[in-house]
């Protein structure tokens, strides 16, 4: 049972019930199985107003006996009462604070909307997918549209049930159409959702290399991204590097050969593992 602390000083140990009855629902206009219609017009009455009672009026209106299978007649509707679950205060007046702890009547949740999690193959279509999609689209369907727009001329089909026949026909026509890119994509996001360390470090690498590659040969003193390219360079150097001998290595067209074989390496490697099954399960579980 979850918990809360609420600041309860001198609480001793007391059990509060949810006052069934002080909050009615409509069930529709049959009373539902299993249930007892309650012969109490004065209740009816005040209920045709509200379905929120006060505490004075539950002990006028209520009869003795009440659960949550008793239902009572509004007009064309049938109102139930709402459990409202309980209330447990656990503390006592030695204590600074009062654990607090509820439960909530499962008659409380029926009405709820149950989560139902996407169904795949059904991820919405990007906006770029219909603009280019939409002349086949229109030629598809062109004949189609015409031979439903006579017919609603001609009175024999309504014209939102035409609309929507109409739209859902090109939805289907469109996902069809898009279903392989769909599932590619689904693929591709489930396989990037999570990275290695070793993807990490690729990535880091080939965003250092080809940027000390688009930057090129330097004037007065080399960029950042190349100076950290010469740090990861695995060359055993004599003494720290000045900065006129970077600037030398940097403007030589074997600084280029190698950046360019690096940044190649680093992509093939980087593909070898974000398509390797055991680094697929991995990333999965991560």
Request: hydrophobic content about 35%; proline content about 6%.
């Amino acid at each position: 049972m979850p918990n809360l602390t609420t600041s309860s000083h001198g609480t001793s140990p007391t059990t509060v019930a949810g006052s069934l009855g002080a909050c009615w629902r409509s069930v529709g206009t049959e009373v539902p199985e299993g249930c007892e219609v309650l012969d109490r017009p004065e209740l009816a009455q005040r209920l045709k107003d509200t379905f929120t009672l006060t505490q004075h009026e539950l002990s006028q209106l209520l009869p003795p006996g009440l659960t949550a299978r008793s239902v009572v007649k509004v007009g064309d509707q049938v109102l139930q009462p709402v459990p409202l679950g309980q209330v447990d205060w656990l503390g006592g007046p030695q204590h600074d604070h009062a654990m607090v702890g509820f439960r909530i009547a499962p008659l409380v949740l029926m009405h709820t909307r149950k989560y139902a999690p996407p169904a795949r193959g059904r991820t919405r279509i990007r906006l770029k997918d219909w603009q280019r999609m939409a002349p086949a689209l229109q030629k598809e369907l062109s004949g189609g549209a015409e031979a439903v727009g006579k017919e609603v001329q001609a009175g024999t089909v309504d014209v939102g049930t035409a609309v929507q026949n109409t739209l859902r026909n090109r939805h289907q026509l469109a996902q069809s159409w898009m279903a392989p890119t769909i599932r590619s994509r689904e693929h591709q996001q489930r396989r990037s959702a999570h990275r290695s360390h070793e993807q990490i470090q690729l990535l880091r690498t080939i965003a250092r290399v080809g940027a000390a590659l688009r930057d090129g040969p330097q004037v007065a003193r080399v960029t950042r991204s190349q100076d950290l390219v010469l740090e990861d360079m695995d060359v055993a150097w004599s003494s720290p590097l000045s900065p006129q001998e970077k600037l030398l290595i940097t403007s030589t067209e074997l600084w280029k050969e190698y950046l360019t074989a690096s940044l190649k390496m680093c992509k093939t490697e980087l593909e070898k593992q974000t398509n390797r099954p055991d680094s697929r399960e991995q990333t999965g579980n991560g």
